[in-house]
């Protein structure tokens, strides 16, 4: 069993007297730093200017640039996009990180694949909350919060799990449970769950589903109904009440009918396709593919986004969406 803790098991304290950079804005990086300031933490956001400065100001957050906050901070916080870490943390952080300071991060991504190295004497600790940005800002002003991931991948204080717990409290995470893991284990299981299941695997049965009702000659919109739409009120099931908990809302039809052909559908051949694919994280070669992608240009990584958004489907559900208020 994993070890979990939750409010009661974590000393808040700790934070006190210690100021927090963020460095980056985005859905991450806005939700961390507001939860955390709301909690009481010392934080400010490290940025260069732009729309994100400028977001940042118009929250209240104190802002500065990259290299002025990371130099204030007892902890470094990396929440801009893991591509552009290594660079920002070489040209930026690295030279202001003395012994004593926290480099923490949401994501094992750079520190697994060794992109990044922390120098000795700096603690180096995860805090991964396991929900969009938008998700775990909302869920903490309700009161409540997401479950996290911490670990630890270097110890030079002798305290490190203790401040990386202090943080998941303060970003209401402890309200929900906190759990134990390591980069590895975090790393490599959150890129296959990317891989296989909630954006490769969902991505691709939706366009397939999708591709063969309308080859078959139904309607668009009602496929997309049929695919997509209702893929959320299913979901949401899941969410609450698990696999079984969904059956037990839908018909016994819908039941006869998943239960029996769902494992036709998704099969041993699907199953062997994601082994290759754990695999090709495990041993390094995906983390190898996208960081040469992205060092080559990304022409790549856009062709497939701008396929992606030409597709059938995303102008049938632009109409629809636009149809139910869902967008302007």
Known sequence: MMKVYHEQDIDEKVLEGRRVAVIGYG????????????????????????????????????????LDASVEADIVLMLIPDMAQPTVYGEEVSQVLKPGKTLLFAHGFNIHYGQIEAPEGVDVVMVAPKAPGPEMRRQYEEGFGVPALVAVHQDASGHAME????????????????????????????????????????????????????????????????????????????????????????????????????????????????????KSVQDGSFAEKWIGEFEAGSKEFRRLYEECRNLEIERVGNRVRQMSGLEE
């Open 163 to 278: 401040t990386a717990l202090a943080v998941a409290k303060a970003l209401g995470s402890g309200r929900a449970g906190v759990i134990e893991t390591t980069f590895k284990d975090e790393t490599e299981s959150d890129l296959f769950g990317e891989q296989s299941v909630l954006c490769g695997g969902v991505d691709q049965l939706i366009r397939r589903g999708f591709k063969v009702l309308t080859e078959a000659g139904y309607p668009p919109e009602l496929a997309y109904f049929e695919v997509l739409n209702e893929l959320k009120l299913i979901v949401d099931l899941i969410y609450k009440s698990g696999i079984s908990g969904m059956y037990e809302a839908v018909s016994d039809t819908a039941k006869f009918g998943g239960m029996s052909m769902g494992p036709k559908i998704v099969d041993d051949h699907v199953e062997e396709n994601m082994r290759r694919a754990l």
């Open 27 to 66: 859905s991450q990086g806005r939700a961390q730093a507001l939860n955390m300031r709301d909690s009481g933490v010392d934080v400010v956001v490290g940025l260069r200017p732009g729309k994100s400065w400028d977001r940042a100001v118009a929250d209240g957050m104190e802002v500065k640039p990259v």
